[in-house]
């Protein structure tokens, strides 16, 4: 766990948090004809207090690649840094939140981080979380990238990966 609190980089400005990274434009390689091959419009971000590295290259636009880089960092931090989760969960109701919905992200935070609390065991967590294995384990199947963090979770307590229903 890093020394830094999760919430010091999810809740700055997009400014703000750019400012902490260092950023790289080049040329993407792919299809997107000569104009694509001209311009130096992909993005990588690294960001400097915690070593991530998120790339962008999908639009011909360096400002979209740039925003779409932006929030893929925000997407790693909620999923890579863990914090100790608060002593009383919230209302269950909070595992029906969608992937577009702003909430996602730190409600797949808390859950990764009531998983990490409970050392990678998934009832105690559902438990914690006051909803059922099932409900929890669906969650986590919602998006991929959350699949494979809680299973990075399990891992480092010594549990077997879950496996998708």
């Known amino acids: 766990m890093t020394t830094a609190r999760r919430s010091d980089f999810t809740n700055l400005s997009d400014a703000a948090l750019l400012a902490q990274c260092a950023v790289d ?32 290259e999908e ?29 009383t969960a919230p209302a269950p109701v909070f595992l029906k939140v ?7 992200w730190p409600t797949a935070a808390l859950v990764l981080d009531v998983l990490w609390a409970t050392h990678g065991q998934v009832r105690a967590a559902a438990e ?12 986590l199947q919602r998006e991929p990238a959350l ?10 307590f010594g549990h077997e990966p879950l496996r998708a229903t």
């Open 59 to 87: 639009s011909r636009s360096q400002h979209e690649n740039k925003a779409r880089a932006l929030r893929r960092l925000r997407e790693r931090l909620f999923l890579t840094l863990r914090e100790a989760p608060p002593p």
């Open 98 to 104: 969608g992937r577009r919905d702003a909430r996602f």
């Open 128 to 139: 914690r979380l006051g909803v059922s294995t099932g409900q929890l384990i669906s969650f």
């Open 25 to 56: 434009t080049y040329r993407a390689s792919g299809p997107g004809g000569q104009k694509r091959n001209k311009t130096s419009s992909a993005v990588r971000l690294r960001h400097g207090p915690t070593g991530l590295l998120v790339i962008a």
């Open 147 to 156: 699949w494979v963090q809680a299973n990075v979770v399990r891992r480092e």
